[in-house]
């Protein structure tokens, strides 16, 4: 069964700080995986899907890592902004009916 | 905005009451789905419609009854339902491919008294 961790579940960083948010998966047979992004009561926003034979994506501030033979996923977020707060969740992909396992999140705060 | 609403945004009920949740999608996709978010726990898909068929259903309790029409609505029935089941009900929807991103409504905010 695929269980999906991430680590920190919080994190409160100065404005400007460069971090890194951890996802684990138990399964290394995805398809591909997903970081979004949930405001409060809101619903999701995909921000980077990094495909199983990817390493790598980048979007603006935002770096995204595979490593899909250890289980492990990084987000790494450069010059945080206060805009920036939210809950950071990842997901893995294992089938063809678009099922996604997501783990808990991690809700950063930048203070400015 | 994402492309998917949903309706309402907040609904409280009771747990004798039946009452449908809404969702629509305007992006053409082929696939839809129910996900629940309570407190403290990770997101859970509930149902996976593709091409308007029931593809998943993840040991949802009978009280949660989804339904299809076509491609673009989706619907989740409630009835009799218990206050644990109050929660964070999202709506997705995508194109199903290896590639595919699922964009993701607002929610309904559900509270059963």
């Known amino acids: 069964k695929q269980e999906v961790t991430q680590i920190p579940a919080a994190l409160s960083v100065p404005e400007g700080e460069n971090l890194v948010l951890n996802c684990s998966f138990t399964?290394?047979?995805?398809?591909?995986l997903q970081w979004f992004r949930q405001d409060p009561g809101k619903g999701l926003t995909s921000l980077l899907l990094i495909q199983s034979s990817q390493r790598e994506q980048t979007s603006g501030r935002l770096n995204a890592s595979l490593d899909k033979s250890s289980g492990r996923s990084t987000l790494y977020i450069a010059a945080s902004q206060p805009g920036d707060s939210a809950t950071y969740l990842c997901?893995?992909?294992?089938?063809?009916?678009?099922?996604?396992?997501f783990g808990q999140g991690t809700t950063l705060q930048v203070k400015p | 905005e994402t492309g998917v609403t949903q309706t309402p945004r907040h609904l409280v009920m009771g747990m004798t009451n039946k009452k449908s949740l809404k969702c629509e999608q305007h992006l053409g996709h082929n696939a839809m789905y129910w996900y629940k978010q309570s407190a403290k726990k990770p997101l859970e898909l509930m149902f996976v419609y593709s091409l308007e068929e029931r593809v998943e259903n993840n040991s949802v309790p009978s009280r949660f009854s989804p339904e299809c029409p076509n491609s673009s609505h989706l619907f989740l029935h409630l009835h009799t339902l218990q206050p644990e089941d109050s929660a964070l009900y999202l709506c997705?929807?995508?194109?199903?491919?290896?590639?595919?991103?699922?964009?993701f409504g607002p929610g309904t905010r559900l509270t059963v008294l």
């Open positions: 399964d290394s047979a995805i398809y591909n």
């Open positions: 997705a929807s995508s194109q199903l491919s290896a590639t595919d991103t699922q964009y």
């Open positions: 997901a893995v992909r294992r089938s063809n009916t678009g099922k996604l396992i």
